[in-house]
């Protein structure tokens, strides 16, 4: 029985630790959006640091090119 305990606890462990690595290493989301005047906004944000990474760029689009600059997050 003390060995049950002591199995379960230490897997219980493992999967936190694997989840607290999974939600801070890469974990991002993105959206992208166009205007009718051929504006794209493109946004990612990070999860690491409850989203302080967060990036917006917007672009124009010239032929088959984007010209991005960076701007601050709403």
């Given at each position: 029985?003390k060995?049950?305990?002591?199995?379960t606890?230490?897997?219980l462990?493992?999967?936190t630790m694997?989840?607290g690595?999974?939600?801070?290493?890469?974990?991002a989301?993105g959206?992208?959006a166009?205007t009718?005047?051929?504006?794209?906004?493109?946004?990612?944000n990070?999860?690491f640091?409850a989203g302080l990474?967060?990036?917006?760029?917007?672009c124009?689009?010239?032929g088959?090119?984007l010209?991005c600059t960076?701007?601050?997050a709403?």
């Amino acid at each position: 029985m003390k060995n049950v305990k002591k199995m379960t606890a230490f897997v219980l462990l493992a999967v936190t630790m694997r989840a607290g690595a999974v939600a801070l290493n890469g974990c991002a989301y993105g959206g992208v959006a166009s205007t009718p005047d051929g504006t794209v906004v493109i946004v990612r944000n990070d999860y690491f640091l409850a989203g302080l990474l967060r990036k917006v760029y917007v672009c124009k689009v010239n032929g088959s090119q984007l010209a991005c600059t960076e701007t601050t997050a709403p």
